[in-house]
């Protein structure tokens, strides 16, 4: 299924821990330019199939490629090299760190690596350190001066929704083909809810990206995603545009439980 | 950069003096401005430059004792302070480095087949052995790194401490390095210029030697300082805030953790070529534990993560054991009310306060813990670590038990998944959001 088209293919993937299969035989297919979802209830395996999807988790069996070569058993950090970049559920800033360090660090990998250029500060490293600085600034800026203002604050010190804020722009530091975002409103009231949308969009079109995400909120997923998928106790159970989601029977029995579907 | 919250009011005292340094002024500009960033090093560097002329030999020997144990101190700092990575084995590294230039000033052991003589034949002079050294010494940081990656906290400072058990025990058993006897006379290391030989270890001349390991002490806190201002840097303190978002940035754990094992090790290779050229005789008995226990003393007496604060614990510590002690000893003994045999003192003059060494440097350690556990100069952001401010996720969150964790949510989330009640028709929302 040679398809240029296919960014990110899972094919298959399953994961146990124990006896429990937390995802059990996923199929995704995330094309170029697209934001897709995944949804499904509490526990239902999303995080988890980012998090086998980053390398942080190998998948018990299945396959995962990315333009076209298996990523399984990548560490994380080869993931982001080869243009995954990710945020977390419960926002996972280096929060004894400045905002500008934590972009800084999303953008690690473009810093020389051996350890020469490093200690002596030689003017490969220079330049590195210079762009950098310069690309932070810059994707701080994407979300408005506030967050430059913000440059030298500790992270801890941010509000919840500029933490959000902060942990995308260390994602996009790399400059990855794919941006997976893990509920990014979460915690978020309605306005912040509404910006997010605003700038999860902006991010696709200045940024060239495609958008894998987690989302709870159905207003938001609906509104933004190009596709869905939707997973219940670790299957893929739908899959398909936004209206044929909403009304999809398995899906609405998963969330409206079973006892609501007797 | 400001540091909100957490902070207290200043006392007096300091306030009083960072006002004195503003307002006292030199050559048009105010003392503060001396004393902060590299002026404040190139005034330390000046003044350790003249030191050895302006005090007696005592001190000068005194001074290269310390200016080891400065290299030590700043070395496992970058395994301890900057990366986070408890080693209580650093004493390898130091006995490493010692035994490179052992082995080549002085040369291993061999038999002479027909008499069965002892014979040793020197390898390598003193100053291709400084660099030899710390790079044998940082490749064995590699190598016996590599093993303790999969470890942290408790575990890894078990391992690491079996490693500086293990090194000593190595060099004793081996004939090739004269076992327990060890090796002892080693050649001083001399530089001939035309007809002038400087000797650098020279017993009765100790200024020539003070002068190497001042230019090594200067180089790794320089270097130190680099590292810790670069993307390595930054990479350390990541792992050390949250090893899982730091890999997921790009940050490579295996050969960042590994380079601050190989870094540390090289310096403290680097003070173990040192102590081989000052000290001239080694033996495996040299290298106990307490070696690998004083050097982190001093990191966490001076303030873990700050080069000048561990510089300054080194200073304190070393100065105690080597000079201090000893004096304090002579004091008292000296002393008319202790000399009298009749007065209830006198069973001090039996007293040999050496011996008291690791009481001082525990009770030293507790006072500091309990009211100053950030160290005397303390790193701005291990500070904030300490007060707990951060609340950073701990440093046992590793892959493993994020894995461990989210597989138990995972069944937790199953469980309640079974009782889960549809919030509404009119609800947007899907289940709750995951915390």
Redesign the interface.
Known sequence: MANDDVLLQLSGVTRTFGGLTAVDGVDLTVRRGQIYSIIGPNGAGKTTVFNLITGIYRPTSGDVTLDGNSIVGYTPDRVLRAGVARTFQNIRLFNNMTVLENVLVGQHVRFPGDLISIVFHLPNYNRAERAARARAIELLGFFGPSMVALQDEYALNLSYADRRRVEVARALGSNPKLLMLDEPTAGMNDAETAEAVGYIQALRRDFGVTILLIEHKLQVTMGLSDRIAVLDYGKKIAEGLPDEIRTNELVIEAYLGRKAAI | ?????GTRPEPAWRARLRALLRDTTLAGRPLEWYLSGWRLALILLVVMVIFPWLVGSTFVADAIAVGIYITLAVGLNIVVGYAGLLDLGYVAFFAIGSYAEATGTFGALQLNSVTGEVIHTPVLPFWPLLVIGALVAGIFGIVLGAPTLRLRGDYLAIVTLGFGEIVPILFNYFPFWFGNTGMSALPPADINLGGLTITFSDPLNRIPFYYVVLAVVALVIL?SF??RD???G??W??IR??E????????????TKL?AFG?GATMGGLGGVLNGAYIGAISPNDFPFFVSITVLMMIVLGGIGSIWGVTLGAIILRFIDVDLLGRISQFVQANPVVNNPVSPLHFLSTVDFNQAKYLIYGIMLLLMILFRPQGIIPDV?RR??LKG?????ESTSA?GV??RE??G??????D??DQ???AGPGS????????
């Open positions: 950069m400001s540091v909100r919250s270097g680099s590292l670069s993307s390595l930054r990479a303190v990541a805030e949250d899982t978002a730091a890999a997921s940035s790009g940050v490579n754990l295996v050969r380079l870094l952001r904030r670590e401010i951060g609340a950073a996720v892959i994020l894995e989210e597989a949510a995972e069944l937790a989330a199953v309640t998944l889960t009640t549809y947007d929302d899907i289940g709750r959001s995951g915390d």
